[in-house]
């Protein structure tokens, strides 16, 4: 009986709470026309300064803007509120005034005997400083802030919702998330314009302010002198209530102006504005113990009041003297660490024994560039390069991992694949990268270095020197493009290693969603999961995009039944991709310009590998592989200055063997066979490697 009685009595509550607002708003327009007895008038005025210190201290204590969403109706209705005890405290004035100083209640007679100790003249002139506060600076200042944020998020909507796109189309968020980001990017463009409106509530209700009170001062003179008062007497009663009218009411529209001014300032912080306000005046030591070395200069000239000084410097010494907080790790916003648990238990032991499959470590001067409550912007790129790799390599690569290690050098960065390094290089704080593309740009100041991605020539140029440095025909890149593309490049040389046995099942479980049945048929009928990655980690390792799964299991699926070697297996889905490496090797112009291998050179691959079938040896000489390898290093040097692709074109029987002699000396030389290329295109020899320019470039012993 007792459950259903409950039942019943949530929805009533429910509805009474809904008509809880209408009705109050309601009431107040009443308030306007209808008299109302001095204590009300005490406690409404009483819940019109609750009100408003409770919305400033929401507004100091808010991180983000939308917490707040309903401010510009908070901020309405306390005006409304203000305006109807304005005019329920002007009527008890006119009428009662007469009666003594507590004609309109208790409240306003303390504000105008307290507060300004009866003096008229101080209290009018407080009065006014309040106004011009509230309506030049605080008021006008937040609606112009207010105005500029919401055209700034209404022009930024439509990059912001594409953002939001890619990281669903990439896989880092849900769909529910998105639509969420989606909802929340509308709703702080409204709220900002939202909150532009708002601040001419608050302009009115200071120019109303003015008004009311001016009306009070003499309507107040002319109805004490028809109630029997003389000049004086009547001047200094209702000049006392009018101003403690006036201040009663100014108090909460300045804190609501405040709080309006605190909202729309600090949306860009992410945090509380005193803890953001603590971390940013106080967090450069060396800002605050100069400041503290300027106080105490300023305590010693003569007829400076001391104490305050130097109680003020010692403070300020005491917090530039206190030691750096040691700075958390910095976790990439796409991968989530388990939750925490008790160091040195077995739970923490067994949290750490799996190694990240990337990982991303940075000194820690590098901190402000990867932390995004720094402004570092490093995790958004991260996380298009995971979409980009996607789309270019057809590898979903896994989360990467990023954290400070204080053990490195503090400009330094180290990219680790399994716990391993794989790479490392160092940024220069305080400055910028300079590119010479042209390889021909005049001489700039700065240190030179090396560009870690490609190894080219580059200098460490100042921030001020960037515009010059442009004119001048550099490309100028910033640390988060550094680090960036450093990762980029990494990735593409080790996708074959990124890609396991996770990855791929991934692959095939996103790919069998719209077409299962060639995954059934291929995994585990014709082939097993292990066969078929050490076939996708060989074309990656010679830079092949796996994205076109279907024709690489269609072609296993077609060649397995005659053979379960994964090295003939990647030959023969090469040429299965042949659309696909003539495209990405041929010029603008239609042509594919090659290196030709001479005959001779074929054939001593031929007889290198007929030995190693019969046993009989087929290393190859040791002179020769030198002498080729030179030609070959010239030639693919040359094929890169003329801005082609460096690409060799051979018989299919050789084409595995010569890329691997080709491997070390010249990785980024593509071998293809002729098989692999589409019958109709145009091959061009850009030169033809041969067995006498080899000999030819092999000093005489």
């Known amino acids: 009986m007792s459950s259903g009685t409950n039942a019943k009595s949530q929805p009533d509550v429910a509805r009474l709470s809904d008509l809880v607002v209408p009705l109050g708003i309601i009431s107040i327009v009443l308030m306007m026309v209808l008299p109302i007895p001095r204590f009300l008038v005490d406690g409404l005025l009483a819940l019109s300064l609750a009100a408003s210190i409770g919305v400033f201290l929401i507004g100091l204590f808010m991180e983000q803007p939308l917490q707040f969403s309903s401010f510009p109706a908070v901020i309405l209705v306390a005006t409304l509120l203000r305006l109807s005890l304005n005019v329920a405290t002007t009527r008890l004035i006119l009428l009662k005034g007469a009666e003594g100083p507590e004609a309109a209640g208790r409240v306003v007679a303390t504000f105008g005997k307290f507060v300004i100790e009866g003096n008229v003249v101080v209290g009018l002139v407080v009065f006014l400083i309040l106004v011009v506060i509230n309506f030049v600076v605080i008021t006008k200042g937040a609606g112009r802030v207010a105005e500029v944020a919401a055209r700034f998020a209404l022009d930024g909507m439509p990059g912001r919702q594409m953002a939001i796109d890619a990281d669903l189309n990439a896989g880092i968020i849900s769909a529910d998330v998105a639509r969420e980001r989606r909802r929340n990017v509308e709703r702080e463009a409204d709220f900002f314009g939202a909150m532009d409106g708002a601040s001419k509530f608050v302009k009115g209700d200071a120019i109303a302010s003015l008004l009311i009170t001016a009306i009070n001062l003499i309507g107040g003179l002319l109805m004490g002198l028809a109630a029997g008062l003389d000049i004086s007497s009547a001047a200094e ?3 006392v209530l009018s101003v403690g009218d006036a201040l009663v009411s100014q108090m909460p529209a300045l804190m609501i102006s405040t709080a309006a001014g605190v909202v729309v300032t600090r949306s860009a912080t992410g945090d509380q504005l005193g803890r953001a306000l603590q971390q940013q005046l106080l967090g450069s030591r060396r800002a605050v113990t100069a400041t503290a070395g300027v106080l105490t200069l300023m305590a010693l000239l003569p007829g400076m009041p001391a104490i305050p000084f130097m109680t003020l ?18 976790e990439d916003a796409t991968a989530q660490e388990p939750a925490g648990a008790t160091p040195g238990s077995t739970e923490d032991i067994e949290a750490s024994l799996p190694l990240d499959v990337l990982a991303l470590e940075v000194g820690l001067e590098l901190v402000q560039t990867v932390d995004p409550q720094m402004g570092g912007t490093l995790v958004e790129r991260i996380a298009a390069l995971r979409k980009q790799t996607a789309m270019d390599m057809g590898l979903v690569i896994p989360p990467i991992h990023i954290r400070d290690n204080l053990e490195l050098p503090p400009s330094n960065y180290r990219v680790l694949l399994l716990g391993t390094e794989l790479e490392r290089s160092r940024i220069k704080a305080g400055s910028l990268l300079a590119l010479d593309p042209s390889g021909s ?26 515009e010059l440095a442009e004119a001048l025909g550099y490309t100028v890149v910033d640390h988060t493009t550094i680090i960036a593309t450093h990762i980029a490049e990494i990735v593409r040389k ?25 995954v059934d048929d291929l995994v585990p009928n014709l082939l097993g999961l292990g066969d078929v990655l050490k076939v996708l980690r060989n074309l990656l390792k010679e830079g092949v995009s796996i994205r076109d799964l279907r024709s690489i299991l269609e072609g296993l699926a077609e060649f397995a039944p005659n053979s379960r070697d994964p090295e003939q297996l990647t030959e023969l889905t090469r040429q299965r991709l042949s659309r696909q490496l003539t495209s990405a090797y041929k010029g603008a112009d239609g042509t594919l310009s090659a290196l030709v291998m001479d005959a001779q050179i074929e054939e001593i691959f031929r007889a290198s590998l007929r030995g ?7 290393a190859l000489d040791p002179r020769q592989t030198q002498r080729l390898g030179n030609v070959l290093e010239a030639a693919v040097e040359r094929m890169e200055r003329s801005g082609r692709r460096p690409c060799a074109v051979v018989s299919p029987d050789v084409r595995r063997y010569l890329r691997a002699f080709a491997e070390r000396r010249v990785p980024n030389l593509a071998v293809l066979s002729f098989r692999e290329l589409e019958p109709n295109i145009n091959i061009q020899a850009f030169e033809t490697v041969s067995i006498e320019d080899a000999a030819a470039t092999t000093p005489a012993s």
């Open 494 to 518: 080790n996708a074959h290693n990124i890609l396991g046995r996770a990855e791929l099942q991934q692959l095939l479980d996103v790919f069998s969603r719209n077409t299962p049945k060639v």
């Open 441 to 466: 740009a005049p001489a700039v100041a700065g240190e030179e270095t090396t560009e870690p991605a490609f190894g080219t020539p580059a200098r460490w140029i100042s921030v001020r020197d960037k």
């Open 612 to 618: 190693i079938a019969t046993g009989s040896g087929g």
């Open 237 to 239: 009663t209702f000049s």
């Open 313 to 330: 410097a010692g403070a300020l010494y005491w917090f530039g003297r206190k030691p750096p907080e040691v700075v958390e790790p910095i």
